[in-house]
Structure formats: C-alpha cells, structure tokens
C-alpha cells in the first residue's frame, strides 16, 4: 500500500534541506517540553496514532521506522523525512473515599499537553540506510490541587524524557533486513509533596495548626540505551518485524528540600536536610513483535504482541510518611506488562488511506501497591486516521487516538503524616491530535 516517488531536483533539494533544518530546530524545542499522563507511550507524533500502534515493527512505511523498526528502512526507496505535531488532553480526576485528612479530590491533575516528533531517513546506497529519530517515548506529567485529599502523598510528579536514536539498517537478502543504533536520553524528574505539621500538635502563637511544609526533588540525568530490529518478508504481501528497545538508567541523585516545617519536624528532619536522595529509575526495555498483511489491493491488515520489563522500573514513592523517618522513599512493586493490538489500513481512493486499531495493554501494578503520583492501571487505545496523497513528494495526516486508563483504583495505608487514602479515578483518560507530514526527497 505504499508507492515510490522520484527525487526532487536542484534547488527544490536545497530548499528541502533548509526546511528540513528548521524543523529540526523547531521540533527539538517542542519535544523537549512533552508531559504526558502516561509513562510508556506509543504515541510518538507518526501515523501509529491512527492504528492504536498496530503494525508497530512491521509497518515500515514511513520515516518513523527509524525509531519504530530500523530494519524497515531498507523498504524506503527513496531519502523521507516525517515531522509529527501532537497535542494531548489529559483528564484524570480522583474521587476519594476515604481520607484521614479531608482535603478536595484534586482536580483535574492533567490538562492540554504539546508534543512532537522527528524522523529523517537517508538513501545511502541500495542495501544501506541511515536514520534518525527525535522524540519521546516515556513521560509522566501530574498536576493536582495543593488542598487535595492526597497532598501528603503527591501534589506534583512529572518525569520528562527526550531521545535521540541515530540508527542504520542493512538489507541482508531481498527477505530479510536487519537495523540498529543508540539512544541517548534525557530525563528531568521532578516531584512535591506537602508535609503534614499539624499532625504533630505543634501550634502557632496564636494557637492555630502550622500550615503545610513543602517536599521537593527537582533533578535530571542522562541514560543511554539502544533500538535493534529485524524485518522479514517471506512475500512481496507479507511482513513479520520485532523490535527491541534496550533499558535506560537514570540516577537522580540529589538533595532534597524541605520547607516551612513546624518546630518538631524541624528537628526530627534536620538529618534529612543535607542527605543526598538517590532515585534510581529504569525505563523499562521492551519487546514487540508485529505482522503486517496485503489481504486486498487496498485492504491491509496488521497486528502486535508485546512485552515491557515493569518489574525493572525502580519508581519509588517520595514522601515524608512520619516523625521517625529516615528516608524519603519507598520502593514500589512493579509487575511486568503485556501488550496486545490489531489494526486495518483501507485505501477509500487512490490518494486516500484510512486507518483504524484498537490495543490493550496490562496493569504494571496492583491496586494496594497504586500510589497518586503513578495511577497506572490497564490501558485501552482506540484510535483512527487519514493519510492523504497530497503531491508527488508529499503526504499529510491526520489522526485521533483514545486512551482509557482504567479507573486506577488506590488503597493507601500511609504512615502518622500520610494518613489513609482510597478512591478511584472518575476519569482516566488521554486524548491524542496527531498532524504529521512525509517529505520524499
């Protein structure tokens, strides 16, 4: 379902150079600011969007193979780039239950998000391509009220990420292509908390309780982990790709600050003050294995199967949980995922491709270990799109994906100064816009 173009020519290619610089600049800048309500995202500003992910590593008939499977580059026949613009709605608001120091339901903790994406593939010689792809992959972006009911828990975690994988892939034989290369990741981790001094009975002049302190880690590191893919075609119809994405460590290792702490924690935390908190986080490596099918002329079929390591994720909560404590976090129990999709590609005309899929993927974590500041739950994607044959050269796209994330259910037993939390999440939910553009050159 994909046709060559010729290369442009001349001061077209100079002009195509100079765009393409731009949008380089341009999309960097935008990248780098992506938050989302989830952490593993599919959603990386390309044509997926429409097909809920489905032909993830097989698909390959774009730029964003670079990332999604390098080996599928070698199908491009000629150099493309794919610049992606994708804003996001995050809705997730709590409703409590139960909390053993009252507060609000926080809000919605989400909120309109910027995003982007781009991915540039390089005709080198007839067996050999050279990619790049820019974008993120993993993020986590959680906003709620200061009075919440779970303020003593979290008032806001956001975890940002930015990558760039600069990859190359090899046509072995006409069936069989095989592609890798590194990812070099930057992540910005950055998480408050309130602290309850009125827990402690320590009153003001006037009587009144102490307002609430303030817990804060801000800290950003560098991991780098890598992307290997293979590509079979065992018919001119038929496609089987797998892709492997490699774990990035992160070690955010920095002192943390506490703020307007009344008498006694002032004292019971003094220890606290000037120790270094050491945040391991690893990005899970992740597995996925993907079909691809010309079942008519203008009906394809695809579909995914994948697994991601959570149990290797090293998330840990950071609160002040009572009087006596000695550290700021608290290792989490994370359990690995499974990931399931299938999506249709159908040409309505000759210039027009419509796009559909639907994907499932497990919860990492169990309802008494889900804290605020990560309600993951199971995911359920519904998405749909339009590619348009716009010139020779060019293709644009629309696309719109539904993320349900589950009611994300929480049963907290926290410490004297967390208090007990339970509720569930009304809405959950991720809404994604995705335009992108192809440029053959």
Known sequence: MSTGDAPLKGGAMNRCYSIGLAAVLIMVLMVSTTRAGGLALYEISTPEVGLAAAGWSARAQDASTAFTNPAGMTRLNQSQMLGGIQPLYVNAQFDTDESSFGGGDGGNAGGWVPAAGLYYVHDLAPQWKLGVAAASYFGLGLDYDDSWSGRYYVTEAELLTFGISPTVAYEVSPRLSIGAGPTLMYGKLDQKAAINNAATGDTQPDGSPFPDGKLKFDEGDI????????????????????????????????????????????SVTAGLRNTKVDLDLSIPQMLMASAYHDLTDKLALMANIGWQDWS??????????????????????FKDTWHVAVGAQYRIYSDWVWSVGMAYDSSPVDDEDRTPDLPLDRQIRVGTGLQYHWQDNITVGLAYEYLDAGDAEIDQTGGPLQGNLEGDYDSNEIHFFNFNVIWKF
């Open 223 to 266: 991991g780098v982990g890598g992307v290997v893919g293979v590509l079979i075609e065992p018919r001119d119809d038929t496609r089987f790709g797998i892709t492997y994405l490699f774990e990035v460590e992160f070690d955010f290792d920095d002192a943390a600050s506490l703020n307007n702490l009344g008498p006694t924690l002032s």
């Open 312 to 333: 290797a994720f090293g998330k840990q909560e950071f609160t002040l949980r009572s009087e006596t404590t000695t550290s700021l976090t608290k290792d989490l129990n």
